[in-house]
């Protein structure tokens, strides 16, 4: 991601999971998170972008294509 949560590139292990039109290049982050969990999503992004250093873990819930909500344990490293 850059450092306003939009998808540089996506793992496929997202395909997994998410619909890929949701994380093609440019898109937000955030659109994958619950929106009951877009402050704390915002801060980690915030943190992220403001120290250039590695974040603590962070459970979000993110809404998958399929399937129940997901909590995810999110770790970033710049």
């Known amino acids: 991601m ?7 590139r996506a793992t496929s292990s997202h395909e997994k999971y ?3 039109n949701v994380f093609d290049s440019g898109s937000s982050w955030l659109s994958l998170v619950h929106p009951d969990d877009h402050v704390r999503a915002r801060e980690f992004l ?5 120290t250039q250093q590695a974040t603590s873990a962070r459970n979000c819930g993110m809404v998958p294509s399929k399937g129940p909500l997901r909590l995810v344990e999110c770790h970033a490293v710049p």
């Open 18 to 20: 998410f619909d890929p």
């Open 2 to 8: 850059d450092t306003e949560g939009r998808f540089l």
């Open 46 to 50: 915030r943190r992220l972008a403001t």
